[in-house]
């Protein structure tokens, strides 16, 4: 039976403390090239006709604004008229000059996809920024 009294012993080189990063570093610069490479193919532009949404309905607020466009692209604000050029007058009258209100936009289904990103403009230069899409609740997608 042999003993050990003192002296490091030449065969044990001891233990290392250190959590050795380089594979860690590896896996993640392999992740970071398949999502480099996937993440374009993922945006392509594709022709869609959206569809309504079956999602359940959200709670409107006590006194909603409505802005509709309508088939002939007129516009109307609640249930009166507006001309497109006086939008924004009308717009700060409606909302006392509250332009962080929410505006609930309602588009009919045949309006052209460039007309309502127009309105969505005109609503971004008259100050409002807080425009809610308004669809058909309930029905088939």
């Known amino acids: 039976m042999g003993l050990s009294v003192g002296g490091p012993d030449p065969d044990d080189a001891g233990e290392l403390h250190e959590i050795n990063v380089t594979p860690f570093i590896d896996v993640m610069l392999v992740l970071l090239i398949i999502f480099m490479v996937a993440a374009p193919l993922s945006t392509v532009d594709v022709p869609v006709d959206l569809p309504g949404t079956t999602a359940p309905p959200g709670t409107p607020p006590e ?34 000059g509250q332009r962080d209100r929410r505006i609930f936009l309602r588009a009919d289904r045949s309006v052209d996809y460039g007309a309502l990103m127009q309105l969505m403009g005109d609503l971004r230069a008259a100050g409002y920024l807080k425009v809610a899409l308004v669809g058909l609740e309930g029905s088939p997608p």
């Open 63 to 96: 006194d909603p604004l409505y802005l509709t466009l309508q088939k002939d692209l007129s516009l109307v604000l609640d249930s009166s008229p507006v001309p497109s050029k006086g939008l924004a007058a009308a717009l700060d009258t409606r909302t006392e």
